[in-house]
């Protein structure tokens, strides 16, 4: 099946009992937009996401272009899979970095297997060529909710081993780090702890790129 062909309708959630956020938001930034001469990589995520690309693009510069949604939305929001397909359809991809959890800390937890795996599927129909690394959502400050996060987690790699995916761990750096020092909210980080992330990510996307991991 042609990527031209596969329609993100066929695997959207036919119903969510999800609930918005009271401010919605999406950002998205291609840097370089315009070159064709070096691998490009999409990174997905919320505000972790948002935080880290600045500093991914820093450590990649010169061998990997960067683009970068970064959304609150979870993916069983009705309007996740349509913005994922435009994502995936604005230029070529060499790979893609795929991160969504902390926005779905409270979400019906049978839908949110179901529109992660069907999210996980999509990106692979649509980009049948480009790598695909599944990132782990991070530790909270709270204890309570880190443990949620953990739960998601376990999906994540659960699916990446059936799937012969990646899983890139930003969970377990994180959780040894000190929650006063190394965090600025209970969902945040410090600079130090960012540059930690983005480190692992860069050096990540090089390796499966066959780029070299030295950064």
């Not at 349509?82 to 790979?95: C, I, V």
């Not at 540059?195 to 066959?210: D, K, P, S």
Request: contains cysteine; proline residues 3%; hydrophobic residues 40%.
């Amino acid at each position: 099946m042609s990527s031209q062909t596969v329609n993100w309708k066929d695997y959207a959630p036919a119903a969510t009992s999800r609930v918005r956020e009271m401010t919605e938001w999406s950002t998205t930034y291609s840097y370089r937009s315009t070159e064709t001469g070096l691998p490009r990589v999409l990174l997905i995520g919320d505000s972790i996401c948002n935080a880290y690309q600045g500093r991914v693009r820093e450590l990649l510069g010169g061998r990997v272009n960067v683009d970068f949604w970064a959304s609150s939305k979870c993916v069983t929001d009705p309007d996740y899979f349509r913005e994922l397909d435009l994502m995936l359809s604005a230029r070529p991809l060499d790979m893609v970095t795929f991160n969504n959890g902390l926005h779905s800390l409270s979400t019906d937890r049978y839908e949110w297997d179901a529109a992660y795996r069907s999210a996980v599927a999509f990106i692979r129909a649509k980009l049948p060529e480009a790598k695909l690394a599944l990132v782990l959502s991070t530790p909270l400050k709270d204890e309570k909710l880190t443990a949620v996060s953990a739960s998601l987690n376990e999906t994540v790699r659960r699916l990446a081993k059936e799937e012969g995916l990646d899983a890139v761990d930003l969970f377990a750096p994180m959780d040894a780090l000190d929650r006063e020092e190394f965090w600025t909210d209970t969902y945040h980080f410090t600079s130090a702890a960012v540059n930690m992330q983005a480190e692992i990510l860069a050096g990540h996307i090089l390796t499966a790129l066959g780029i070299g991991s030295a950064l």
